[in-house]
């Protein structure tokens, strides 16, 4: 099992900035990825930002160049650098770790993220 826990979330205004953090604990071994989510009242779930234990990033076109994602692998946190923050990047953002020799998911409990224009 492995428990994450968010942090980080709050109140923002537009072009501001907020860094979330997630620490994960339990069974966690390698390799692994770990990632943010997020979802907007009424919307789907999306993908946000994603890193590997190696340190490879991807991000979703809608926060490239504004989102940084990074990791502490010694702490098993990973982090997420928002800046230039726009109204529609509020949501609720959940962080999630992903073994990829066993397909297990573990999902955060979330944290709100609220910018104000």
């Known amino acids: 099992q492995v428990q994450l826990v968010e942090s980080g979330g709050g109140l923002a205004q537009a072009g501001g900035s907020l860094r979330l953090s997630c620490a994960a604990s339990?069974?966690?071994?390698?390799?692994?990825?770990m990632g943010w989510f997020r979802q907007a009242p009424g919307k789907q779930r999306e993908f946000v930002a994603i890193i590997t234990n190696g340190g490879s990033t991807n991000y979703a076109d809608s926060v490239k160049g504004r989102f940084t994602i990074s990791r502490d692998n010694a702490k098993n946190t990973v982090y997420l650098q928002m800046n230039s923050l726009k109204p529609e990047d509020t949501a609720v953002y959940y962080c999630?770790?992903?073994?990829?020799?066993?397909?297990?998911?573990?999902w955060g409990q979330g944290t709100q993220v609220t910018v104000s224009s």
């Open positions: 339990g069974e966690i071994f390698s390799p692994n990825s």
């Open positions: 999630r770790t992903y073994f990829p020799n066993n397909g297990r998911a573990y």
